[in-house]
């Protein structure tokens, strides 16, 4: 699908549809506005892992190019991103810097193999209400992520969180530090409905620095977080033992790396494939996170995943190809080679403008008022994805979301199950089961019978249910057992022929017809007298 769409450009670049020139400067300013934004990030991940800010910048830089050249989204940036820098803490406070780039590696590799057994598909058990709780949870905690810039630098190392740890801003400080923040937000607000010759968010970031800068104006500053001079990215091998202890270690790391680098990813790929209205390649785009945290272990980086933050950025400043997301990362490592000095002049107001534009752009306002249209399980989804991620971190809460949302559809479904009978002429008595047949429902299944009192001869009939699974297979033996019991006959009728051959009891009460179903069931075990497996 990216080399479609790309594909599909071409075809209008070369029709005249728009104009070269004026797509190539958005695409580069776009990347230019990204890597603006991606310093001050990568430094305060990198304190927050407890590592150099070169680190996450290298990571950033690595990260950010490979996903760019050959990632499932084109216009999606990716880079050291808070979710894992939460994770990697532990390893690296209890073994130190060269485990980290061993479990960086072996993440990538992790991930991969992902793409290649395309496990990104399963992205699509992710219902919407998780999705919008998601947004929303990210969005609020990118709007807490830069409360720490309102604090007094110089304690960044020290706390190991960044900037967090200082004193709040007070008097007049914090006052110059609300204008600049709101001059940033009103010119990008403004930018759009004056030209779109320029990204409104590098307008802003332009406009405040050098008023900033022509002013001599005393604001915390991004190099007042960290330096951000340094060299190209030096190829380096884990500097650990190649042991199976090695491996215990970074292993589990590795694992819960690999399984939040691409969920983060996979997210932000619908995201912005929603708003771009194009799909995008979700094993592509595992394959490609995982080569660029390979990659990236073995040159000195903390590793990264997709950046909703900046791409967001990059989407709203009008880049949508793969050139900006090659920009940013370029534009990223020659501040480092060359233009330190002048990036650590950027008043950190400007950037936290940018976010907190970001932050309101992101949000899916309208769920504040769909939450009463829409059922109240889903609703209560929302609101708690929402907590979740802000309380713990992204994994967990989708991995919450979508539990409670299956469980919710299991409950509903449960109630479903139902029968209606009626005696024929002959005196038999017929159960037609409507609703489905699984584990939820089984109980409900079971107490619409009477063995005691029915008549001599039970029909049960299928043909408005399914029969989902192995306890629901279960709950039909058991059925017949009570009736064989009570030494009357049952037929079952309209049931698939994997229940005829699964069903070891009551096989010999099925009665075939022409119109009998034909789906699989899940079921783990396989009769003597048959050769299918559940799901064949």
Request: aromatic letters at 8%; charged letters at 10%.
């Amino acid at each position: 699908m990216a080399a479609l769409a790309d594909s599909n450009y071409l075809a209008q670049f070369s029709a005249g549809e728009r104009d070269g020139s004026t797509h190539l400067r958005t695409e580069i300013l776009s990347g230019l506005t990204v890597a603006l934004a991606l310093v001050p990030e990568a430094v305060a991940f990198a304190f927050v892992a407890g590592v150099h800010p070169l680190v996450g910048l290298y990571a950033a830089f690595i990260v950010g190019l490979i996903t760019a050249l050959i990632g499932g989204r084109p216009g999606m940036i990716s880079g050291a991103t808070g979710a894992l820098a939460v994770v990697m803490v532990s390893l690296v406070a209890e073994h130190g810097v060269e485990y980290l780039f061993a479990a960086v590696v072996l993440m990538g590799i992790i991930q991969i193999l992902a793409g290649i057994f395309r496990l990104g598909k399963f992205m699509r058990l992710v219902p919407h209400p998780v999705m919008l709780g998601f947004v929303n949870g990210l969005a609020i905690v990118i709007f807490l992520a830069q409360l720490s810039q309102f604090q007094v630098p110089g304690t960044a190392e020290a706390s190991g969180h960044g900037m967090s740890g200082g004193e709040w801003l007070t008097g007049w400080p914090l006052v110059v530090m609300l204008a600049l923040v709101a001059l940033t937000m009103a010119i990008i607000w403004a930018m759009p409905k004056l030209t779109n010759a320029f990204p409104a968010p590098l307008a802003g970031i332009a406009i405040v620095a050098g008023i900033v800068i022509a002013f001599g104006i005393d604001v915390p500053r991004v190099g007042d977080m960290a330096s951000i001079e340094g060299g190209l990215p030096q190829f380096h091998i884990p500097m650990v033992p190649f042991t199976w202890e090695t491996l215990q270690i970074i292993l589990p790391y590795a694992l819960i790396l690999a399984a939040i680098g691409l969920l983060e990813s996979l997210l932000t790929l619908n995201l912005v494939s929603e708003i771009v209205h194009e799909r995008g390649g979700a094993s592509q785009e595992c394959v490609a996170q995982g080569l660029a945290n390979t990659v990236t272990g073995f040159f000195g980086g903390m590793g990264g995943c997709a950046m909703i933050g900046q791409s967001m950025i990059n989407v709203k400043s009008g880049g949508r190809t793969r050139l900006s997301g090659v920009s940013a990362a370029l534009f990223l490592l020659s501040f480092i080679l060359f233009a330190a000095p002048l990036i650590e002049q950027i008043p950190l107001a400007a950037l936290v403008g940018v976010m907190f534009m970001v932050v309101i752009g992101t949000f899916a306002w309208k769920s504040l008022t769909i939450m009463r249209k829409v059922p109240r399980t889903d609703a209560v989804v929302i609101v708690l994805v929402t907590v979740v991620t802000v309380a713990t971190d992204l994994a967990t809460a989708v991995v919450v979301g979508v539990i409670v949302s299956a469980l919710a559809y299991a409950w509903q479904n449960a109630s479903r199950i139902h029968a209606k009978s009626y005696v024929t002429p002959e005196g038999a008595k017929v159960y037609q089961v409507q609703g489905p047949l699984f584990f939820g429902s089984v109980e409900g299944f079971g107490e619409i019978f009477d063995p005691a009192n029915d008549p001599g001869r039970v029909v049960v009939d299928f043909a408005e249910s399914r029969v989902a699974d192995q306890s629901a297979l279960t709950a039909i033996e058991a059925l017949a057992t009570k009736y064989e019991n009570a030494g009357k006959k049952l037929e079952l009728r309209h049931l698939s022929h994997d229940c005829h051959q699964l069903l070891k009891k009551a096989g010999q009460l099925m009665v075939d017809s022409d119109d009998d179903p034909d789906y699989a069931i899940a079921a783990n075990y396989q009769v003597r007298t048959g050769v299918l497996h559940a799901g064949h």
